[in-house]
């Protein structure tokens, strides 16, 4: 299911922030007042009376010859391409600027569903001055206030109308996998290459790829949805909010997927960023493939010493599979879609009731953990509880009891069982009485 995403866009200091942050339910943005504060875009997903959206905030858009104010215009518009549904905040108090105005002919181009929320309200100026916004030529207008929470509801009402009819799909019983990664690493070019076409353009120019494009992939007969993300960089100058813009992009296309190729550029080596996309998929339940790119460029490391690299460097991931190719020359591009069929074959195993019952109680007879405060774990019963990824259930006297180290060894005696390469699994443990 694709998640709307939502912006807030305004001039510098009109309360972009107090509104993201009252959305998004928690103090994430920088709150001082100062103009320009908010430069980078921070992103959250969040939700309103059940429906859930990504809520993007962006540094105010301003004309004056300020330091960070082209970035800042870059990033807006970044947003707005993104966004489905656009807040425009103005301050009521202050009235009708040209710094408005330039937002408004930003907007205009976009053909978005754009919301004026009037900011500030509660003051007699403000009242007074709503009707001077009409000047925008926008549809829809909101009066607000942040801080004391008028118009809140309305306002929220107003953004979230047509989500329902945005988030209902069809099931698509399709395998699908997306192709993840910092910017420049190959994605686009590893997408050519599976799909055999020049579907994607590539350039050798960080960030040449706009929108993320969902391809149909027919392997051995069978028809797979291939997700690719774009990092974003503009050429010439790369903008503070390169990784934070390739993310959100990482993340939309993690959601639709089942299955993430996380591409390492073996020229560059393993970055620290490479680690947060990787993560991500991991805390969101995606089967995961480690996909070494550029291979052929390497001349002084062996296939063995690199898998030792990243080994050390993901030992979160330890069950992902590591391929290396060259998307580019094709080399070893065979070796992929092998791995994506198992890996989806894993996301999805289920495991007979009888037979977890007695790996378990095996591994815990192997290694019964120890007492604590003259209590012991005890393990009554397992089973599984759900699939993509595998979820087990295990009844026991008192979760209180179960260490951390010991889920992980339970972890690894279900690996060593059953073939779960390539995916997370996940243990839950419950009291036998029924308490949670």
Known sequence: ????????????????????????????????????????????????????????????????????????????????????????????????????????????????????????????????????????GFDTYIPISSIHNTGFIELMDEVCKDFNDQTKEIEDKRLKFSIIGRPNVGKSSLMNALLNEERVVVSNIAGTTRDTIDSTLKYHGKEYVLVDTAGMRKKGKVFESVERYSLLRSLRAIDKSDICLVVINAEEGIKEHDKHIAGYAIERGKGLIFVVNKWDTVKDTTIKEYEKIMRAEFQFATYAPIIFLSALTKKRIHTLMPEVVKVGENIKREIKTSILNEVILEAYQLNIPPSYKGKRLKIYFSHQTGTCPPKFTLRVNNKGLVHFSYERYLENKLREAFDFEGTPIIIQFKNRNGDE
Request: overall charge negative.
């Open 1 to 136: 299911m694709k998640l709307p995403t939502v912006a807030i866009i305004g001039r510098p200091n009109v309360g972009k922030s107090t509104l993201f942050n009252k959305i998004a339910g928690e103090r994430i943005a920088i709150i001082e007042d100062i103009p320009g504060v908010t430069r980078d875009r921070l992103y959250q997903e969040t939700s309103y009376l059940d429906k859930h959206f990504y809520l993007i905030d962006t540094g105010g858009i301003d004309e004056s010859d300020e330091v960070f104010n082209k970035e800042i215009k870059i990033q807006a518009e970044l947003a707005i391409s993104e966004a489905d549904v656009i807040i425009f905040i103005v301050d009521g108090k202050e009235g009708l600027t040209s710094n408005d105005l330039v937002v408004r002919d930003i907007l205009r181009k976009s053909k978005k569903k754009i919301i004026v929320a009037i900011n500030k309200i509660d003051t007699k100026e403000a009242k007074e001055n709503i009707y001077d916004f009409y000047e925008l």
